[in-house]
């Protein structure tokens, strides 16, 4: 099925470890977003890529890493991994061209416990 | 800058009640606005949307109009079900960005 897929589904770390976080779409949307969900605090943007070889940052990006060398694979990392990094992450992509008129599609998640 | 508030919850109610998630936003220029859906353990997932003003999205009873006198996007369903418990997100999207509002929680119950 066309979509998003996001691996692993679940995962604890030690704190300072590092993990990559993988994310790939086969839609051939232009645009990929990293999200972390937190309770009462809805969804922040953490990094986002217009195509690719491109990437900027959105609203949380201390302490991830992102890349963009295809169009098809967004991968978000973990440089050393903090308890406050405890959250739920989602990956998210859409067509650019429309001006994200349609909205986003999302993968089902990465839920992320740093110990 | 822009952003969305959206009625905080949780909200619950008797199963075939009258159902209202009020959603209002901020931006400049013109943007579209979306209902997203997030089921217990899953990500969201579209639910309806309006790309301009007057417009009314709707999708599975749920049916909100963008209004932009008011900037209002108001999430309504004249009887819910067991089935619609879940997290509700507004969302904006102007240009390359989606602005997400923090989400209502409902439960329906029998």
């Known amino acids: 099925n066309a979509g998003v897929t996001q691996t692993p589904k679940f995962q604890v770390l030690k704190t300072g470890q590092s993990m990559t976080l993988q994310c790939a779409q086969d839609?051939?949307?232009?645009?990929m977003s990293w999200y972390r969900q937190d309770p009462g605090m809805g969804l922040r943007l953490i990094h986002y890529s217009v195509g690719a070889g491109i990437t900027d940052q959105g609203e949380v990006p201390n302490g991830y890493n992102v890349s963009r060398s295809t169009t098809e694979d967004f991968p978000l990392r973990l440089l050393s991994a903090a308890p406050s990094q405890t959250s739920v992450y989602f990956c998210a992509s859409s067509y650019l061209r429309t001006g994200g008129a349609y909205g986003y599609t999302f993968g089902s998640g990465t839920r992320l416990t740093v110990v | 800058g822009d952003s969305v508030t959206q009625m905080e919850g949780p909200v619950t109610l008797s199963e075939e009640a009258f159902l209202t998630i009020n959603c209002t936003y901020t931006?400049?220029?013109?943007?579209?606005l979306f209902w997203y859906v997030q089921y217990p353990g899953e990500g969201l997932q579209l639910l309806l949307k309006a790309t301009k003003a007057d417009d009314k999205g709707s999708n599975k009873g749920f049916e909100a109009t963008y209004r932009k006198e008011t900037t209002s996007f108001h999430l309504e369903k004249g009887s819910v079900q067991v089935s619609d418990s879940a997290v509700y997100f507004c969302?904006?999207?102007?240009?390359?960005?989606?602005?997400f509002g923090t989400g209502t929680s409902l439960t329906v119950i029998p």
């Open positions: 969302a904006l999207n102007t240009g390359n960005q989606f602005y």
């Open positions: 839609m051939n949307h232009e645009y």
């Open positions: 931006a400049t220029g013109y943007p579209s």
